[in-house]
């Protein structure tokens, strides 16, 4: 397939794309279809809605952001049946998916919400999510295990407290703010080719690093190949990056952390 890269558009499927996008996270989806464009590969975006029927077959990745606690439960009824089997059996086959805070919670086994309520999710990934009285919010700073030198940055805000099981491995570990729990200082998951991240932000452009590990993965699933992701000017996304870094990190209690 990849020799026909020109005519074959990369499709990313965006799940519940308003529903589920809180503090910019549809600007991930602007992100990886432009830093396609920008290596020649055509992209399709694909939203499907509450609602509507989900077909994976000819999707090469799917994208899921981040709600309230309101938006999740909602959603349940409408992501059982058709949407959870699709997903189920594209991750299972090696589909990239990238999913935010209440996005990501909706890939583990449950979520009990403020309310003591349980919310039975994917179970896709080998974790859960319980509510927390105090909400985790602020900015976070991880080093990502694919590269450990590269710090993510994003901003959280999330009640619940993420537990991952064992043998799931998580994106990162955290450097500043909480992650997963704000306990075990893991942030985030990286299993088969799901990515999930507290992250908002939204995250992927002031994080090229990210943005092209999760597009690795797409190009080698869909083409056979990540030939095609060449080198791209990205010294305005390093500035970006480079400047929430330092924001971030300058209120740090370690000071061999403070940037500026
Ligand atoms: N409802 C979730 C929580 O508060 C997710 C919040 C979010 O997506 N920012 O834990």
Redesign the pocket.
Known sequence: RFAMSKTSPVKICHLYPEMLN?YGDMGNIICLHKRLLWRGIPCEIVPVRFGEKLKLSDIDMVFVG????FE?EILLGDLKGNKANEIKAAVADGMPLLA???GY?MLGHYYKDAQGKTLDYLGIVDFY?V?SKK?MVGNLAFSLNDDPSTLILGFE????KTYLGDGVSCLGRVVHGYGNNGEDKTEGIRCKNVFGTYC?GPVLPKNPALADLVLKEVLIRTYGSDDALTKLDDSTEHAAHDEALNSTLRHHDDPSLHRL
């Open positions: 809180l981040g709600g309230q606690d999740q935010i805070c209440g919670q999510t509510a909400r805000n999330h009640g619940g908002h």
